[in-house]
């Protein structure tokens, strides 16, 4: 039986991960451990429960204590490490807690693990595989033409990106100086189920059914590519049983689309499932806003190497995927409601006004 620690896995892409491995695995057990920050909803884990190859921990990637207790006692084969602050505009407004979670707790978990594995039989010395997911923001801003591969020099923009890229450094660090088995895999802007209602697409959806406004930052022509969670799901756990340690995959959807693009779907995709009682397009609600502090115009993902070595592409079109996003969500709007829990008001943030 084969033990694997999820950091993060009550988040979105942590939780997606969580139901992909309990579906696709059978000879599992999931240790999810997270601090359950905004962004990490035990409801979101719903279906896991009661499954006896799953188990939550309640805790802080940074507890050093915490985190050395727990590979002792459940002696994992591999981390698979999503935990992280993950908002670009939160990270204007408050870069402190991006630093300690996003640089600080990948630290304590490299450390527990140089000292777990110091004090391991050989065989889990030669399985066991550390993986680091990262975000294609490290690599900066592209202008209208090429594409972000493996060897793109790191230029962060936002607190954010520049937290995530120092872990990925301290990841890659790890490697060379002690050996530690990691795998990196650096990926474009997700979406999908059990996404946090501040992320662009749910955001607008929600504000859309609301009749509220949708703001759009600037012009609306900054380019990500957008991947489907599960495909993103789909493309760790090849990294993670196939890919070599040391090394780091590209993560893409070849779905290039500006935030405006993205609008524009969701609204004419609502015009179909949910007209508005006036029977005007949701497009109306979009309105422009002052754009986001340091706003990376354009992410693009080359993903040949992951293709190449470990035979992944993304299965789901964008065109399928967003249908399905907006299905879950119509579908799910009482997990919005729950999730968000009076805190959050889906205000601006970001804006250093
Ligand atoms: P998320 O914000 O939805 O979830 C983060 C999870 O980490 C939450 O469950 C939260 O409770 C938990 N967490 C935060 N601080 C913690 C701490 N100190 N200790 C333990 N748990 C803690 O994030 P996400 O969108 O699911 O992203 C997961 C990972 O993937 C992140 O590392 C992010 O940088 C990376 N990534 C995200 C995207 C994207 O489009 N969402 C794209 C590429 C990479």
């Known amino acids: 039986m084969k033990t694997l620690l999820v950091t993060g896995g009550a988040g979105f892409i942590g939780s997606n991960f969580v139901h992909l491995i309990l579906k696709q695995l059978q000879d599992i057990q999931i240790i999810v451990l997270d601090k359950l920050t905004y962004a990490g909803n035990l409801d979101s884990l719903l279906d896991a429960e009661g499954d006896p190859r799953y188990t939550f921990v309640h805790g802080d990637i940074c507890d050093a204590e915490l985190v050395t207790r727990l590979f002792k006692k459940q002696q994992p084969l591999a981390i698979v490490h999503f935990a992280a602050e993950s908002h670009v505009d939160r990270s204007i407004d408050g870069p402190a807690e991006f630093i300690q979670t996003n640089i600080n707790g990948t630290f304590t978990l490299l450390e527990a693990v140089r000292h777990y594995l110091a004090d391991s039989e050989d065989e889990v010395k030669s399985r066991f595989r550390f993986l680091h997911v990262s975000t294609d923001e490290v690599y900066g801003s592209l202008g209208p033409i090429g594409y972000f591969t493996e060897e793109t020099p790191y230029a962060p923009n936002s607190p954010y990106s520049a937290s995530k890229a120092s872990s990925?450094?301290?990841?890659?660090?790890?490697?060379?100086?002690?050996?530690?088995?990691?795998?990196?895999?650096?990926?474009s802007n997700n979406y999908g189920p059990y996404q946090f209602p501040e992320k662009l697409i749910p955001l607008m959806l929600l504000n859309a059914l609301e009749g509220k406004a949708l703001p759009v930052y600037g012009t609306g022509q900054?380019?990500?590519?957008?991947?489907?969670?599960?495909?993103?799901?789909?493309?760790?756990?090849?990294?993670?049983?196939?890919?070599t340690p040391g090394e780091k995959y590209n993560i893409g959807g070849h779905n290039e689309k500006t935030n405006l693009d993205i609008v524009h779907t969701l609204c004419d995709i609502l015009d179909f499932k949910k007209p508005r009682a006036d029977g005007k397009s949701y497009r109306e609600q979009i309105t422009f806003v002052k754009d986001r502090p340091g706003h990376d115009m354009r992410y693009a993902i080359n993903a040949s190497k992951i293709k190449k070595e470990l035979g992944w592409i993304p299965s789901e079109a964008f065109e399928t995927g967003i249908v399905k996003t907006i299905d879950w969500y119509l579908n799910n709007l009482d997990w919005c409601h729950r999730i968000t829990d009076g805190n959050y008001h889906r205000k601006r943030l970001g804006n250093l006004e």
């Open 168 to 187: 990925d450094h301290l990841v890659r660090a790890y490697y060379h100086t002690y050996g530690l088995p990691v795998l990196m895999t650096n990926c």
């Open 222 to 243: 900054n380019v990500r590519d957008w991947l489907y969670v599960e495909d993103h799901c789909t493309a760790i756990l090849q990294v993670l049983e196939k890919g």
